[in-house]
C-alpha cells in the first residue's frame, strides 16, 4: 500500500441516519441522503477513482457509434479489485453500515461495485430494475448512487418510480430502448409518483432497492457526471437459477466457483458490514 493510499481518509465512521429516513426508504424504495461523505473526503478520493476509470475504461468510441446503453454512461465495474485507493472507498464501513441500516439486516456483503460517468451530452439512462440482472434469491438488495462532483439535474441525477420496488421482479428486460418504452408506460398506468434527486452535491448518495424502477436523463452539460456505485446484498442470500443470459453473466463473474443453490459467498462478495 502506497504511502498516498494511506493517507486517505478512513471511511469509517457512522453517517446519523433518521428514523423518519428508513421509513422513507422501506416506503418508497429508495432515498436521498446529503453528506454520506465530507467535501474533504470526496475530494481525496475523486481523483483516485477518475484515475482508476481512465486507466481500465475499454468503451472508446464516438458517443454517436454506441446504442442506447453505450450512450448513457462509460461504466467501468470493481475497480476495487485493481485498484487499492478504489477498494478503501468501496470497502468503506459508513457506506455498508447505511446498507444495513436502511434494509434493515444484520451483516450485509458486496456485490460490485462500478463507475458510471455519464459523458458531456451522454444518453438518457433508461428505465430499468437492476436485480434483473442479479442471480440472488432476496429482496434485500441496494444500491448507493455518488456523485464525485456537484451534479445538476441536468448532469442526468437520478428519477425514481416510489413504490414501484413492491412489484418484485418485472421480467427479464434489460436496460434498453424497449426497457424505456415498456417502464415508461408501465409506471404511467400504476400512477407510481415520481421522485427526482435533482441537484446533488459531491457526497450526497442515494440508495435504492434493486427492484425500485429508476432513469436518469441525458447529461446536457460540458461536465462529465461522475458518479460511483456501489452495490450490497444481505449475507445468506442464495444464489438463484438464471433465467436471463445477464444473470448467467453475472454468475460466472461475480459469484466465481458457485452454483444455484449455493450461498453467494464467494472470495469476491466480501462482508462488508455485521453487527
Not at 434493515?104 to 430499468?128: C, I, M
Not at 457526471?225 to 446484498?233: G, N, P, V
Not at 445468506?236 to 459469484?255: S, V
Request: hydrophobic share 35%; proline share 5%.
Amino acid at each position: 500500500m502506497t504511502t498516498a493510499t494511506n493517507n486517505l481518509p478512513k471511511l469509517d465512521t457512522s453517517y446519523p441516519l433518521s428514523p423518519s429516513q428508513v421509513e422513507s426508504y422501506r416506503r418508497d424504495g429508495h432515498v436521498l441522503l446529503r453528506g454520506v461523505c465530507s467535501a474533504e473526503e470526496i475530494a481525496a478520493y475523486r481523483e483516485i477513482i477518475v484515475d482508476a476509470a481512465a486507466r481500465y475504461n475499454t468503451e472508446n468510441r464516438p458517443i454517436e457509434k454506441r446504442d442506447t446503453y453505450g450512450k448513457a454512461f462509460l461504466q467501468i465495474m470493481n475497480l476495487w479489485e485493481r485498484d487499492e485507493g478504489s477498494k478503501r472507498f468501496v470497502f468503506g464501513g459508513r457506506f455498508a453500515k447505511l446498507a444495513s441500516d436502511l434494509m434493515e439486516v444484520n451483516s450485509v456483503r458486496l456485490y460490485h461495485d462500478q463507475a458510471l460517468f455519464k459523458e458531456p451530452h451522454g444518453g438518457h439512462t433508461p428505465w430499468h430494475q437492476d436485480q434483473y440482472y442479479w442471480p440472488l434469491m432476496t429482496d434485500n438488495t441496494i444500491t448507493m448512487w455518488m456523485p464525485l462532483v456537484d451534479a445538476s439535474e441536468e448532469m442526468g441525477t437520478m428519477t425514481f418510480a416510489s413504490g414501484s420496488q413492491t412489484e418484485g421482479y418485472l421480467g427479464a428486460i434489460e436496460i434498453s430502448d424497449e426497457s424505456e418504452a415498456h417502464f415508461r408506460k408501465f409506471v404511467a398506468e400504476k400512477g407510481y409518483r415520481l421522485t427526482r434527486c435533482g441537484a446533488m452535491k459531491a457526497g450526497d448518495a442515494s440508495f435504492h432497492s434493486g427492484w425500485t424502477l429508476h432513469s436518469a436523463p441525458g447529461n446536457s452539460t460540458e461536465t462529465t457526471r461522475e458518479a460511483m456505485t456501489i452495490i450490497f446484498f444481505e449475507d445468506g442470500a442464495q444464489l438463484m437459477e438464471p433465467d436471463n443470459k445477464n444473470r448467467w453473466m453475472d454468475l460466472e463473474r461475480w459469484h466465481p466457483g458457485r452454483r444455484p443453490g449455493e450461498l453467494a459467498a464467494s472470495p469476491i462478495n466480501p462482508i462488508l458490514f455485521k453487527r
